[in-house]
């Protein structure tokens, strides 16, 4: 892969990385930052019946959020990996070369069209 557009790809998951880091940071704490592994908070457990009510219907709601921007991040991670390794913009499945178009709208793709 050209150089220029790897290095615009990896501008563009560095990017992504530190919003869905923000996004996280707000209903998670982090187990495992590099891994991108995140946990989902309760928030402060409130004196009386009511307020924890709130915090685990917040919890209920924010489990789902959480768990889908952890598997983003965790993709993004991957493909800075993959970056480094010199493996990025290969499917993962016959490692051929994933279309460029595809990796500028999803540069952490693993695979290509086909597969
Ligand atoms: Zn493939």
Known sequence: MNE???????????KEKAELEENLARIARPVDKDKGDYETTFGEVGADREDNTTEVEEYTDNLPVELTLEKNLQEVIGALDR???DTYGLCE???KEINLERLKVNPSAKTCIKC
């Open 4 to 14: 220029t557009i790897q290095s615009e790809l990896k501008a563009l998951l560095l």
């Open 83 to 85: 970056i480094e390794k």
């Open 93 to 95: 499945n016959c490692q």
